[in-house]
């Protein structure tokens, strides 16, 4: 099963701090165990190499924030090869948005891609469905609160108080 395939992974910090991380406006971790189940599935049907699809599968999105549509593969990639997994995974990772991104070039790059898009359909089908019972906005509440990129930076914060005084200031009718 593909729990034992990626067991060292899913207790790795990188991918355990994705549980707290927003992806389509659901914890990235959700997003990414989806992929790992739906690439394991898939696999078979590619005659692609199943630990390679379930690996690079639970790595794809990492700091996916950091680069756009079109090249956080490369950047995934790049983190998947620094914590030691194979060319091949980082191959099939590089390539997951296509046709966004880079055309795959391997059997597990292109189970990736369809895995990937069909997660997306899903993860948003989900969203949509937690709407009507308030839990999707809920979790949504809680993810802006955990995920770094949607915490207040300091530059925000300046501004925010510079403004502030500002209008204290202009209240006041003193210069
Ligand atoms: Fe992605
Ligand atoms: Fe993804």
Redesign the pocket.
């Known amino acids: 099963m593909y729990e034992v395939i990626i067991a060292d992974l899913l207790s790795h910090p990188r991918v355990l701090e994705t549980r707290h991380h927003m992806h389509h406006s659901i914890p990235k971790h959700d997003h990414m165990m989806r992929v790992v189940r739906y690439s394991y599935r898939i696999a078979q049907l590619f005659r692609a190499d199943r630990r390679t699809c379930a690996r690079a599968a639970i790595l ?2 990492l700091d ?1 924030r950091l680069g756009t549509l079109a090249n ?2 490369a950047i ?1 990639a790049e983190v998947a090869a620094s914590l030691g997994e194979s060319d091949a995974v980082a191959l099939a990772i590089i390539s ?2 296509y046709p966004l991104g880079p055309r795959p070039t391997t059997r597990e790059g292109w189970v990736l891609v369809v895995a ?1 898009k069909m997660a997306s359909l899903t993860d948003m089908t989900a969203f949509v469905g937690g709407l009507f019972t308030g839990r999707s906005l809920r979790v949504r509440r809680s993810l802006c609160q955990t995920d770094p990129f949607y915490t207040p930076r300091r530059p925000r914060r300046r501004i925010r108080r510079l403004w502030r005084s500002v209008g204290r200031l202009g209240l006041s009718g003193q210069a």
């Open positions: 794809h999105d996916s956080h593969g995934a997951h948005m990937d």
